[in-house]
């Protein structure tokens, strides 16, 4: 039967199982799903008479699917409609916002900023509304850090948050006060996500679907073919899903990536095969939950805490197992690494596997040398984030001392002991940038600048097709669709990227200005 088109390239690499390198190759697509895949030799034969892209010498792969984004933030924060900014200190920060508020209508409407981590400034101090009630006394601002747990804001924003010195944080969220018990005006972790939902309910579905579509056709260019959705809530206005976004592009045709989503769909491009929950914080905060104090303790016993009792995440993992569901969970401390293993593996034992998607573990930052072994035997995907790694390389040893540092982010062990991993970036703590996932998951070292030299604990890297696989079967798995997506093979949708650089054999410093030439989008 004659395919609709037949892509043929002289490096082809196809992410099965078994293959590390590419090869001459021609992929027969009929109806968006790959029909038949042969040596190039054989183009001609297979085409029998359809069109032929031979893309040469370029370097042919599988889609990349990234496996963990916050898409309303991370489509959000590069738009006109908010800005994003780190800084190098406080008074940067404002300075900055000063100038981009210059660029927006004088309507008393809320400024917005994603980016800072006090941690990367000098001197490293945590903010005030104090230096935001000097420029901005009757505007509200909010500003997200860049980790996406600890919301800054002004005295006027307190305001129109409706929150006082008498105020209760919602559960799971606390309230930074200075010494007079008064508010300074950083919220963090639920109290912060509670509150940011405030702020971004006043976007319109109009505006969101410009923001989105503008979003997903640069993931395209990036070769990113699927993305997993991993909103925190679904509070209107917060960092959710906005379920009425995704259904109005889809119904116009402008739904670019495939999209795995927490809420119930089941077409070709969106998808909702499980749920998520929150098990720590961050370890930069002091709320990942580990099992011993941080090296630069504020308090005896500051081991962070889980955000939601181990006794209830069983039950609520343990439900949804018995209904079939998967569930992923955010486990960054070690403490938290070990009872989300321990509760997985009972679901496992109990239920089996879901019956969609696949039980997972987003991030794993630190977890016990034993414990990685754990992983594959309680059948769970270790969702993990490559550009994490480098964005404070002093952070994992100044909070949690150079013993836990070493072991931290173990990619080439988990991938030695059998575990599946699927790599992404958790957009917008870092950008969505393929090629830096691909550089920090194979170099350890930062994507601008380069550093270390030789990378941090290089004997965590990964080989190039190891996170070549991991970044495109590896979603798959992740999402319960390893059958139809992740690898060019007969019988699976043609999602593919073309590249001008052989992303196998390129020197490292060479993987980030690798362009992408050509998308493919299957059925």
């Known amino acids: 039967m004659q395919p609709d088109y037949v892509i043929t390239s002289s490096n082809v690499y196809t992410s099965e199982l078994g293959c590390d390198e590419a090869r001459p190759l021609a992929i027969a697509v009929r109806d968006g799903v790959v029909a038949a895949v042969a040596p190039r030799d054989q183009t001609e034969e297979l085409a029998h008479g ?53 660029t927006r209508p004088d309507d008393g409407s809320w400024l917005v900023t994603h ?48 929150i006082t010195d008498e105020t209760e944080p919602p559960s799971g969220g606390s309230f930074d006060r200075d010494e007079q018990g008064h508010l300074t005006g950083v919220i963090r972790e639920a109290a912060g996500m509670v509150y940011v939902a405030r702020v971004l309910s006043s976007f319109t579905t109009e505006q969101l679907c410009g923001i989105y579509r503008d979003y997903f056709a640069s993931l395209r260019g990036m070769g990113i073919t699927s993305v997993c959705d991993m909103a925190l809530s679904l509070i209107p206005g917060a960092d959710g899903i906005n379920p009425q976004v995704y259904e109005a592009l889809e119904a116009s045709g402008d739904l670019a990536v495939r999209a795995e989503l927490q809420a119930r769909y089941s077409g070709a491009r969106l998808r909702a095969p499980g749920f998520k929950q ?70 496992y034992r109990r239920y089996g596997a879901p019956a969609q998607g696949r039980n997972t573990m987003e991030h794993i930052e630190d977890i016990q040398p034993a414990d990685v072994a754990r992983l594959r035997a309680a059948h769970v995907v270790a969702s993990v984030q490559p550009p994490h790694v480098t964005i404070d390389l002093a952070q994992p040893a100044r909070d949690l001392g150079e013993w836990r540092a070493r072991r931290m982010w173990p990619f080439a062990g988990m991938l030695d002991a059998g575990v599946e991993l699927a790599l992404g970036t958790d957009a917008p703590v870092v950008p969505p940038a393929s090629m830096d996932v691909l550089y920090t998951a194979v170099t350890r070292q930062t994507p601008r600048g380069h550093e270390p030299e030789g990378g941090w604990y290089p004997e965590h890297r990964m080989t190039r097709s190891q996170a070549l696989r991991a970044y495109s079967l590896g979603g798959a798995v992740a999402v319960g669709r390893d059958r139809e997506l992740g690898s060019l093979e007969p019988g699976k949708l043609a999602d593919l990227a073309v590249w001008d650089t052989n992303l196998l054999t390129c020197e490292d410093d060479e993987l980030q200005g690798a362009r992408c030439l050509a998308t493919h989008l299957g059925a």
């Not at 997200?144 to 307190?158: E, I, K």
């Open 50 to 102: 359809a069109p032929i892209e031979d893309w040469g010498d370029a370097f042919v792969c599988p889609g990349f699917h990234d496996a963990h984004q916050h898409v309303f933030h991370a489509a959000l924060f590069p738009s006109a409609l908010a800005t994003e900014y780190a800084g190098t200190s406080e008074a940067d920060c404002v300075a900055h916002l000063v100038e981009w508020a210059a």
């Open 115 to 162: 980016g800072w981590r006090e941690a990367l400034w000098n001197p490293p101090i945590v903010p005030t509304r104090a230096s935001l009630d000097e420029a901005f006394p009757d505007r509200p601002v909010a500003m997200y850090s860049g980790d996406a747990h600890t919301l800054w804001t002004n005295t006027a924003g307190l305001r129109a948050l409706g």
């Open 278 to 347: 929150f098990f720590d914080g961050v370890s930069s905060q002091h709320t990942a939950w580990c099992t011993e104090e941080y090296e630069n303790a504020r308090f005896a016993g500051d081991v962070g805490r889980p955000t939601v009792a181990p006794e209830r995440m069983r039950e609520l993992v343990l439900a949804a197992a018995a209904r079939g569901h998967s569930v992923r969970i955010h486990t960054i401390g070690d403490a938290a690494v070990h009872t989300a293993i321990d509760i997985f593996d009972e679901a």
